[in-house]
């Protein structure tokens, strides 16, 4: 009987003769011979520096160069990385008003017809520039009451009236 040690682990176990003859009698087990036959290596996660195993491909695929353990941690470096003008949807910081105006936590009220439903408020600029997001220039107005003072300039200077 042919007693043949792992290439793995090390541990002595029975090989066929035959499959000695051909080259098969290497591993003690199929996790033994699942790592015998790989052919990547293993890097370190570039967030939390655990050593990790990757394939050619996926070695050889990668755009950055940075590998990762988890999801958690890709998403993490991803997030910390890809902010500000880096991130796909960025668009210049301009739009950024409507969400000034959450922070500052400026009751959602139109400023005409006092409407409270938040569904149908919009940001308004009252001097007309989109650049002066200065939240002194900012106002809640439902989109009726957005639309009619762009339009119409006696609305306009009745807004101007009550602010």
């Known amino acids: 009987m042919p007693i043949i040690e792992c ?17 098969y009698a290497k591993y003690c087990s199929k996790k033994c011979m699942r790592i015998g036959s790989r052919t990547g290596k293993f890097v370190k996660c570039h967030s939390c520096g655990k050593e990790v195993y990757k ?9 950055s160069k940075t590998y990762f353990c988890t999801k958690s941690c890709q998403t993490k470096w991803r997030n910390s990385v890809f902010v500000g003008p880096l ?23 139109c400023r005409l017809c006092k409407t409270k439903d938040a569904r149908v408020l919009a940001v308004h600029h009252m001097d007309h520039n989109k650049k002066n997001s200065s939240i002194s220039n900012l106002s809640w107005l439902c989109h009726n009451c957005h639309f009619l003072l762009h339009h119409y300039k006696d609305i306009e200077k009745k807004f101007l009236e009550i602010n």
């Open 87 to 109: 991130h796909a949807n960025w668009k210049d910081g301009k739009h950024s008003y409507r969400s000034i105006m959450f922070r500052c936590k400026v009751p959602k009220i």
């Open 7 to 23: 290439k793995i682990c090390s541990k002595e176990f029975y090989g066929k003769p035959y499959h000695i003859k051909i080259g």
């Open 55 to 63: 394939t050619k491909k996926a070695l050889r695929v990668s755009k």
